[in-house]
């Protein structure tokens, strides 16, 4: 059985996390979610990873989370302690060393919260952006309603979180929600030249503080 989430580190020090479930739009189920955790962990405790990069395999980075597994736990009580012990979201946004997301297609629900989750989110032109999930009664659950306001202006983020309505990249950018736009077929040049500028900006140490100083 293929990997959901594939994983690794080349010679520069970069590790790359690949959402790996094509057939669904990577759809982000619970065995997946573990392997985030896995790898994040991995992204923290290995001294050789200098950055952080996340794609997503086929149309899409992510449609969101695998809404079919939604009230398959054996209680609300251990699903909650379960996602208190593997706080996945804060794991990313604690890790030392600059992320950047490969967005690409469908960015929606915890697609788009990952992402906000990290330093840096450079987007194929044609992508769509949005928390679709208000639509069916379910809240952000991946940080949205915190994330989304720190990086937007207030009005936007209400717009979103409450309608539910898609964004394009146009007015993504304009927003502040990604850096960049770039044709599809120049994603990847533009994910080498933003890492290019992060490995030479100086020493991991005073990456990790700049970093810290960035997200405390």
């Known amino acids: 059985m293929e990997d959901l989430v594939q994983f690794a580190i080349d010679g520069q020090g970069v590790a790359t996390i690949t959402l790996n479930r094509p057939e669904h739009l990577n759809a982000i189920n619970m065995a997946m979610r573990d392997s985030l955790w896995t790898y994040l962990e991995a992204c923290r405790d290995i001294p050789d990873v200098r950055a952080l990069v996340f794609r997503g395999e086929g149309r899409a980075f992510s449609a969101g989370a695998d809404i079919s597994e939604f009230g398959t736990a054996p209680s609300l009580v251990e ?44 987007a194929a032109e044609g992508t769509q952006f949005g928390l679709p999930e208000v639509t069916l009664a379910y809240i952000p659950s991946a940080g949205g309603t915190q994330t989304l306001p720190r990086r937007v202006p207030p009005g936007v983020a209400a717009d979103m979180i409450l309608s539910g309505q898609p964004i394009d990249t146009t007015a993504a950018l304009r927003w502040g929600i990604i850096s960049q736009a770039v044709p599809a077929a120049a994603l990847d040049a533009a994910i080498e030249a933003k890492l290019a500028a992060l490995l030479a900006g100086g020493a991991e140490g005073a990456m990790a503080v700049r970093r810290q100083m960035i997200t405390s």
């Open 79 to 122: 699903a909650r302690r379960a996602r208190h012990e593997r706080d996945v979201w804060g794991l990313l946004l604690s890790l030392p060393v600059p992320t950047i997301a490969a967005m690409h297609g469908f960015c929606f629900g915890a697609g788009l919260e990952l992402p906000l989750c990290c330093d840096i989110r450079i």
